[in-house]
Structures are given as C-alpha cells and as structure tokens.
C-alpha cells in the first residue's frame, strides 16, 4: 500500500448480523466471506443457530468464527454480544448489518406496534450495532461497516414491504452518511448496498417462477437477485481496496432504479 493508506492487520474479523436463516443474505454472506479469509462473528436472535452456524463456518472455511444470540433491537443486549465476539475473535475490521424484517401492511391498516417494530429493528438496531463496533474500529483506526437499505426507500415502496420498511431503509441511508462523515478521519469507511428482489425467505417464502418473473420484469435484467449478489458486493465494499468509497449506496437491484 502507498504510504498514508491504513493497512488491515493479517487476521481480521467480519461482524454479519442476520446470519441465521439458511437462505437469507446474511447466512450467505458468512460463506462468502469466510471462502475467501475472513474470521467471522454471527450475530442473529437465536443463540444456539449462532454458535452452530459459527462452528460450521470455522470447520468448512477453516477461519476462527464465534456466535452469539443478541436482539439488534436493544443497545445493552447488542453492547453485551459485541463484547463477548471481541474476546473470542481476531481485531474487528469490519461490520456488515443485515438484520432486519419485512412488513407488508398496508399504511392505512398500519397499527402504532407493527411501525416501532419494524424501525426498532431496521434502523435503530443499524444504529446500536454501529456504535458499539465504531468504538472498536476507531480504536485501531481502520474499519469498513456495511449497512443493507433497500431500493423500497428510494422508489417509496413498491416491493414486498411496504412504507415502515421504506422509512427505516432510508434512515439507513442517511444515518450511513453521516456516520461516514464523522469517521472518516479515523480510516473507517461507511457505505449502504441497496439490493432489489432478493431470492429470500422475507419476501414471504420461497419465490415461484411466476413471481420471480414479476419481480424481474421491472429492472432491466431478467432474474431476481440472489444472496450471492449482495454477499459479493459487500465482499468489495469491506476489501482493504474500498478505502476510498465511502457514504455511498451502492444499488444492486438489477437496474430497477438508476440514479
């Protein structure tokens, strides 16, 4: 590296939230990254699918890789489960936040619990997950964190879920800019990937072809996403290489929105 450029130390730890689910990003994402040297913290709501899906990770991969249960959702339960990746795992570099649920209620049937429930999850637990880990990357002065939005907060919905689900995946954005900004000094990089349809189980079950077809047929290519797309575009977006890109969304939504 050029002199000046901050450097990643030879073991490095990637924290995925949502890493869970079997066909989900997040599990997707763990292989991905784990495939090409990455040790690995899992942070999801069960416990138990942490530490097995850890110990697969680490057998398959041979990488250190360590679980723990924790609800994105609450700060101390986050801080708690931050803590005790930190001291099973190599320095942290990087944080990629994929928790998150759907919500495909309609506004005018919207109750007051579904909407905290959905921003509680997809904005506040982006936040509470990004400050604990921001306070270990500035310690070391070098870090990439990766936050999921969604093409539902710029096109204002017109996917599976509807606008508490596009309210929060757009305060993604915003808070990842600005998070951008104040840590910029310290070599720590923000970026958002905004995916389109995902070949997922939160889109309210396995896809059929029919509505594979559907989903397509607003972008410009003829498939749906899958979690290999998205795992790959958070593989770039955490590489020592992507030292320079930072505060940016990064669609990856088969040409369904360009801007």
């Known amino acids: 590296m ?20 079997p066909r989900g ?15 690995i913290g899992v942070l999801d709501l069960d416990d138990d ?23 994105v959702s609450d700060e101390t339960a986050v801080r708690a489960a931050v803590d005790e990746l930190e001291e099973q795992l190599p320095q942290i570099v990087a944080l990629v936040n994929l928790a998150g649920v759907s919500s495909p209620v309609p506004y005018l049937e919207l109750e007051p619990d579904e909407w905290d429930r ?12 990004t400050r604990r880990v ?27 879920s509807k606008t508490p689900y596009s309210v929060a ?4 954005i915003g808070l990842t800019r600005s998070v951008a900004r104040e840590l910029g000094g310290y070599d ?22 029919e509505r594979k077809e559907a989903m397509a047929a607003d972008g410009v290519l003829n498939r749906v996403g899958t979690p290999r797309d998205i795992a790959a575009a958070i593989h770039f977006l ?4 992507a030292g320079f890109i930072t505060g940016q969304t990064l669609n990856v939504d088969g040409g369904l929105y360009m801007h």
């Open 2 to 21: 050029p002199a000046g450029i901050a450097t990643f130390p030879a073991d490095k730890t990637a924290i995925v939230t949502g890493a869970v689910s």
């Open 25 to 39: 990003i997040g599990r997707g994402t763990v292989d991905y990254l784990a495939e090409r040297g990455w040790n």
């Open 49 to 71: 699918g942490c530490k097995a899906v850890a110990k697969e990770v680490a057998d398959k991969f041979n990488v250190q890789a360590a679980g723990v249960g924790a609800n």
């Open 118 to 129: 959905v921003l509680n999850i997809n904005l506040n637990g982006v936040h509470y997950m």
């Open 134 to 160: 921001s306070e270990s990357l500035v310690k070391h002065r070098i870090g990439r964190i990766v936050n999921i939005s969604s093409v539902s907060a710029q096109r204002g919905g017109g996917t599976y």
């Open 169 to 172: 995946k757009a305060g993604v």
């Open 188 to 209: 720590v990089t923000v970026n958002a990937i905004s995916p389109g349809p995902i070949d997922t189980d939160i889109m309210g079950g396995r896809l059929t072809d």
């Open 238 to 241: 955490i590489g020592e290489d």
